[in-house]
């Protein structure tokens, strides 16, 4: 059974992860995607463009056809994606846009040429690539930015944040396996795009030493003494003893990995092109995300009249926008205070329709109860007779009763009164026929 973690390891690991998670937000993030069709070559290409971005940008984002730029924008604020690397293609030619979010600029890049990371690797007679390599960011190279030109330094400064800065005085040597150089043509304006492996070797050795500290040991099995291989380095090709120069030798102020490299020792930094390798040109600049004013255009130059003429333009559409705008704002709040008052009113009449209901069945005529007593009264008196009797009384005799009898014709026939022992001896009396002893 392990031991338990201690207070103060809880605590480290904390910090550690607090210091990661805040680290981890301020460097820049991007999407590299693509628009509309590209065909297979240029999909390559941006899975390529992704690689080099790696490890801060999205590795696995899925493209459909239905998405449009508002929704990669959408979803840029929440993640903290600081640019985008947007790639299209049009039967002429291949373009490359670079925005910055979320209010731009946006800079429109042709691609002249390109070659992926399979055709660069598979020419090289050696190379050097591996996984490990993509855990850090590259080491940003930027060389001839340096003219006048706001085009040239927008440029510069947008290829700069779109990698994380790096603080000589802190970093280590071993997270640099990768660097990226631009390098900017002035007489044709074009920028060559390069992607490099670093390796770090130990120089003031003769070529058999230098294969001793390799990993892999070489095969001595033709060799007599081992003094052959320090001192002639038979058997060795011309790519294990690549010649070093004053071009590539430094001094190390770090311990770097790998065998011989020791700090305050003289070392050769060695690149292996890995690729994607692309030659792109700059088209023009815009405000915002594509949507803005053109502040540079390579292939179209404009006085300044023409260009306070195009803003005079724009701001008239703008304003023509707005007012439109306006108007609708305010037709939609007519029409909603009208579906209000409609409401209102609709709900007071169905209020005072149910309370006039209510009374009519509360409240009853004083005048038709009076009526309908009288009726129920004669209605006993025609029974009575009857019964006493034994004959229907005349049609005048009881005028009460006919009048009920003709306006309420539905109404059930009424019931034979069940007499009192006083009144069936009376009814006896006045109809001895039809006393149940007549006879005996």
Known sequence: MGKSKTKNQKKARAT????????????PHSFVFHRGQIGKNVGQLVLDVRRVLEPYTAESLKVKKKNVLKDFVAIAGPLGVTHFVIFSKTPSSINMRLARLPKGPTLHFKVLKYSLIKDVVSSLKKHRMHEQQFTHHPLLILNNFGSDGMHIKLMATMFQNMFPSINVHKVS?????????????????EIEFRHYSLKVVPVGMSRGVKKLMQEKFPNMSKFEDISELLMKGANLSESEAEQDGEHNITELPQVYSGRGNMASQQSAVRLTEIGPRMTLQLTKIQEGMGEGNVLYHAMIS??????QELLNRKEAQLKVKEDRRKKQAQNVALKKEKQEEHKKKSLEGIKRKR?????DSEVEDPGMQDDQAAAVESDDEVEYYRQAV????????????????????SHSPAKKRKL?????????????????????
């Open 16 to 27: 550690a992860n607090h210091v990661a998670v805040e680290t981890y937000g301020a460097v």
């Open 173 to 189: 040597l071993n997270n640099i396996k990768r660097c990226v150089l631009l390098n900017y043509n002035q007489e044709s304006q």
């Open 302 to 307: 404009k006085t300044e009249e023409e260009i």
């Open 355 to 359: 309370a006039e209901a209510e009374e």
């Open 390 to 409: 034994g004959e229907e009384p005349d049609e005048d005799m009881f005028p009460s009763a006919k009048k009920r009898k003709g306006s309420e014709k």
């Open 420 to 440: 009192s022992p006083e009144s069936s001896s009376i009814m006896q009396l006045l109809n001895p026929e039809r006393s149940p002893t007549h006879g005996i």
